[in-house]
């Protein structure tokens, strides 16, 4: 079938090289072709963009589809989400075991990767990269095949070792000597990277170990947050940088929540000059411990957990200045009976749909430019995954992924009007100025006021090592 001709006139391009334009685009199979004023409409569709502004779609780095549904059902209804909120690209957490056949976690993804693209192409709405879980050296010795297929970013847990429930939700976690077999790995492997989630659980037993039954089921969020200090995350952090300085492998730490653990990257990055990418995640950027107390239940409990307000702001201070460099939901789909218990529930809620609205408005407030904004949520993503120049910026030759929004039109969210099979949002009554009007996904309107016009558009993104 071939894609419709575009052209989308009279907005204003949030590009993440250049900055602001007042410029008209041009889409041709599937691709930006021209970019500027004038262009010729002949045979195309015309989408009349007035006082709105075009950000390249954008990439949510960190979503768990699968973990409480089928991956299948996720795949169908959280891309929907992701359309509506203008992700036009979601980074999974992909697992070789929880897929339709139970399978161990150290299968070889060569035996489920035809699989797992297979549910991607004929489910998702929006296109799909995936970080490949390892959690064995024969997995490990296979990174140089992964990658050669195109996928080249792999996450490891330092956390959550021998933990039942983790390894039921497909996180195992493993001990340093995988971390450093890892690491030695990537750094072998032109273009790849690690991911590694950080939080030291030996730390947080000593931290929890004077809690009684009964303080664990009455717990508050302020409470929960001194049970898993910041130290927990600072700590793994440091050493996982420790060992990258020795491996010279290029890292990505992931929503990452706390001031010390910023600061242990920062000094890093300083003293041994590791490649070291940091992620944060909306939560820590919008929500304290003390507004999680007043939310019913345990809907906003999730791990890293939130921090104050003096660490919010930080975090924001480091998106202005570039010390964080993307942001990513750690999104999953889960019913609200599963948050009753701030202790016993699982972490995680939906996020994918309000992160570019919520960023967006929160962003302005704090004098942060757009284009700023665009790197953050798209340029540096694309960037450090190797999707860049198709993914992440718009310019010719590009993906035509485009998210178009109206900075004017205030949306007060609520979880009714979401699209992500999870019956609620930890952001209920957060008031956004950033609609998404419309999302193309490689030329393809998929989006559009409310409705989505074309569905299971998605594709699994194969990706060149990083430049
Ligand atoms: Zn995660």
Known sequence: MESEKWVIKN????????????????????IVTAIGRGLCEEGCKVYDAADKYLFPGFIDTHVHL?????????????????????????????????????????????????EITDIIDNNSS?????????????????IASYAELGHTSFKFFMSYV??????????????DGII?????????????????HCENDDLIEFFQRSMTE?????????????????????????????????????????HVSSIKAINVVKEARKNSGVKVFVETCPQYLVLTHEEANKMPGAIAKVTPTMRNRETLDYLWECIKDGTINTIGTDHCSLGLDKKKSVWYSPGGFPGIETIAPLIITEARKRGIS??????????????????????????????????????????????????????????EGFKTKAYVEATFLRGDLIWRDGDLLKAKTGKTVLRKPLE
Not at 162 to 175: F, N, T
Not at 180 to 196: D, M
Not at 371 to 382: F, P
């Open 11 to 30: 907005g204003t391009i949030v590009n993440p090289e250049y900055g602001e334009i007042k410029a008209d685009i041009k889409i041709e199979n599937g």
């Open 66 to 114: 699968g973990n409480f549904n089928s991956f299948e059902d996720d795949c169908r209804s959280e891309t929907i989400s992701a359309a509506a909120g203008g992700v036009t690209t979601v980074c999974q957490m992909a697992k070789a075991s929880k897929l339709t056949k139970f399978r161990p976690p150290q299968t070889s993804y060569h035996e489920v990767l035809d």
């Open 126 to 142: 929006v296109d799909i990269a995936l970080h490949l879980n390892l959690s064995s050296y024969e997995q490990i010795d296979e």
């Open 162 to 175: 021998g933990m039942e429930g983790a390894i039921k939700m497909g996180a195992i976690g493993v001990r």
């Open 180 to 196: 450093y077999a890892a690491l030695n790995k990537v750094s072998e492997v032109p273009g790849t990277l690690a991911i590694v």
């Open 214 to 254: 009964k303080d664990k089921e009455n717990i508050s969020f302020s409470d929960f947050a001194k049970s898993r200090p910041s130290i927990a995350e600072a700590e793994n952090i440091h050493r996982l940088l420790y060992y990258a300085a020795e491996t010279g492998a290029t890292v990505y730490v992931p």
């Open 370 to 427: 757009l284009q700023r904004v665009s790197q953050i949520l798209s340029y540096n993503a694309a960037k450090i995954f190797g999707m860049l120049p198709r993914k992440g910026t718009l310019r010719i030759g590009a993906d035509a992924d485009i998210a178009i929004l109206d900075l004017n039109k205030e949306v007060t969210i609520k979880a009714e009007n979401l699209h992500s099979s999870s019956t609620f949002t930890p952001y």
